[in-house]
C-alpha cells in the first residue's frame, strides 16, 4: 500500500479543494482562503498562488519577519457519484511567507515551509515528517484518475460488476433467493490497484480493493494491469 507521505503528497499535487487554515478567528469568506496554483518544490516546500489583496497574502505580509502559522487543508471527493463521497483528507502545516518577484501581475506566490503533516482516507489515517513528506512522489496515476474512473464507470460497467466475483461472499449479487444486489462503482485508482464501492438498497455496503500484479509505473502498464483483472474476473 502506499505509505502516508506519499498519500499526502498526491493529494497535495491533485487537483483536490484546498484551504488555508488561517490562525485567530475567521477575517474572509472560504473561497477567499483558497489557492488558485499548488506546487511542492525540489526541497519539499509547498508552493501557493493567490490574489495578491487576497486575505492570506495580507496575514503573511503582515506578519513580516514573524512566521505565520498555517494549516493546509485538502479535501478528497470521488470523482463518480457515489454514497460517501468524500475519499479523505490531508492537513499540511507550517510556516507561510512570501516569495516577490516570482508571480505575475496581481498575484503573489507564498512558501509553506512544512512543519507537520497527516492524512485519514480510504487505507487509514497516519502522520507523516517532512523529511517524509520531502522524499515521497505523488501517485503517478493520480492525474489521470478521474478521467479513468468516469470512463470505467459509463463504458465499463459491466466488466466492474464482474469483479463481484473476486470479492468473495460479500459481494454476491442477488439471485432470485433472497441474496443481496448490489450496485458497483470504481471509486479510486492508483499505481498499486482498483477500490470499487459496492452498495445495495438496503443501504449496505462495503469497499473492496482488487490489487494489480505488480504496481504500474504509467497508463501503458495501467491498461495492460486493467486488462488483467477483467479476464480474471471472467473467468
Known amino acids: 500500500m502506499p505509505s502516508a507521505a506519499e498519500r499526502t503528497r498526491t493529494l497535495v499535487q491533485s487537483t483536490c479543494s484546498a484551504v488555508v487554515l488561517l490562525p485567530g478567528p475567521a477575517v474572509a469568506r472560504p473561497e477567499q ?3 488558485e496554483e499548488r506546487s511542492v ?3 519539499g516546500e509547498v508552493f501557493l498562488l493567490f490574489p495578491a489583496d487576497s486575505p492570506v497574502v495580507r496575514a503573511a505580509t503582515h506578519a513580516q519577519d514573524d512566521e505565520l502559522a498555517v494549516t493546509l487543508e485538502i479535501t478528497d471527493v470521488a470523482p463518480v457519484s457515489v454514497p460517501n463521497r468524500i475519499r479523505g483528507r490531508a492537513w499540511v502545516s507550517g510556516w507561510l511567507t512570501c516569495v516577490r518577484g516570482l508571480a505575475g501581475p496581481g498575484r503573489m506566490l507564498l512558501r509553506l515551509e512544512v512543519g507537520e503533516a497527516s492524512v485519514d482516507d480510504l487505507w487509514g489515517a497516519g502522520s507523516v515528517e517532512p523529511e517524509e513528506f520531502a522524499a515521497a ?3 503517478p496515476i493520480a492525474e489521470h484518475e478521474a478521467e479513468l474512473l468516469q470512463h470505467l464507470h459509463s463504458a465499463h ?3 466492474v460488476r464482474q469483479l463481484c466475483g473476486l470479492a468473495g461472499e ?3 449479487s442477488g439471485n432470485g433467493d433472497g441474496a ?13 490497484g482498483l ?4 452498495s445495495s438498497s438496503d443501504r449496505h455496503g462495503f469497499d473492496a480493493r482488487f490489487d494489480f500484479r505488480e504496481p504500474v509505473r504509467d497508463i501503458i502498464g495501467l491498461r ?4 488483467q483483472l477483467f479476464e480474471a474476473a471472467a473467468h
Open 33 to 35: 482562503l483558497v489557492p
Open 41 to 43: 518544490g525540489p526541497d
Open 137 to 139: 512522489a505523488a501517485d
Open 157 to 159: 460497467g459491466d466488466q
Open 170 to 172: 460479500r459481494a454476491e
Open 180 to 192: 443481496t444486489e448490489y450496485s458497483t462503482v470504481p471509486v479510486a485508482l492508483d499505481r498499486f
Open 195 to 198: 477500490r470499487v464501492r459496492f
Open 224 to 227: 495492460r494491469a486493467m486488462h
